[in-house]
């Protein structure tokens, strides 16, 4: 099996599978986490075949978008790697990362730890925060019709599962039931030192934010 051919296989597939996807989980997103995994991997020992096809499939098909079911991505992922012809045993450590990588919020406890999911997490997470992720929190936010922010509507830090994933709370609540939380959630060195920096441009637009609701130049 010639990896490399597999994996231009993968983009091609994951390409069109994405081409009408909403623009915070399209193809531009998993481009990113690709590249930060691949960025991260190289200070990991990993296997770079099994974290390459994780970043470019995670979101194949997230639950968000349909309708809360997640069986359909790693099904998905897991009939495309069977005919290319991908080993059970490495389809299995993608099906794996696939169905752990999500934050899914509501403070549940992750249950498969692997090296392989570390640095894939990390990249995902990484994608998650900064300037790219402010954008993705509120296109995500338009997408749903949400209210940017509502003072009245507190974040809630003890959602349960079920509550994180049908919250319908103002998109900037979204930043302190989730966003704000992913630097101490890192895995690996690289993401740690990466998180760092964009955790604190997090922080200076919400400070920016507040001023200017609050009518400050």
Not at 53 to 81: C, Q
Not at 171 to 181: A, C, G, P, R, S
Request: a positive charge.
């Amino acid at each position: 099996m010639n990896e490399t051919k597999v994996i231009n296989r993968v983009i091609k597939f994951v390409k069109k599978e994405l081409q009408n996807a909403e623009g915070g989980h399209d193809w531009f997103h998993v481009e990113r986490v690709y590249k930060n995994t691949l960025l991260i991997s190289k200070n990991e020992k990993v296997d770079l075949f099994v974290v390459s096809l994780g970043a470019l499939l995670h979101d194949i098909a997230d639950a968000k978008f349909h309708h809360g079911d997640e069986t359909i991505g790693p099904k998905i992922a897991r009939e495309f790697l069977v005919s290319e012809g991908v080993s059970e045993k490495i389809i299995e450590q993608v099906v794996a990362i696939i169905e752990n990588v999500s934050f899914k919020g509501g403070n549940k406890q992750q249950t498969y730890f692997s090296d392989e999911l570390n640095v894939v997490q990390d990249a995902d997470r990484l994608d998650a925060i900064g300037a790219i992720g402010i954008a993705r929190c509120f296109n995500y936010g338009g997408f749903k019709n949400r209210k940017l922010y509502d003072p009245k509507v507190k974040p809630n830090l003890k959602l349960t599962p079920k509550e994180y994933k049908n919250s319908k709370a103002p998109t900037l609540n979204h930043f302190y039931e989730k966003l704000l939380l992913l630097k101490d959630k890192m895995n690996t060195k690289t993401g740690k030192k990466i998180a760092q920096n964009r955790h604190h441009y997090m922080e200076q637009f919400l400070k920016q934010f507040y001023k200017e609701c609050d009518g400050e130049i």
